[in-house]
């Protein structure tokens, strides 16, 4: 078997109140993230998981160098609805992580 090279890995976070105002966009990024990782080969969703500390949906994905994770989340936005999202602090601990939240009234 070839030895893989570790891709980064990414963390994608939906804050309770943007699933909670909008119900069907955990479904929504799910089948955009498989979708994705059908037309960027090395895109990969290792995990999805509800985390019950933070009531946050989480996907941990492995990213290609090539792919850059801004331009995956800009066509994200424009299938759900209107969102920020918040960078990962370049202090914390890795995986970085994107926080998608809904934007303020």
Known sequence: MDSEETLPVVELRVTPR??????????????????YFMEYPGFRVLRHADEASSGMHVWTCEIPASLKVPRLLKRLQADIPPSKVVPPDEAASSPPRYIIDRLEA
């Open 18 to 35: 943007y699933s909670q105002a909008n119900p069907w966009v955990i479904q929504a990024i799910s089948g955009f993230l498989s979708a």
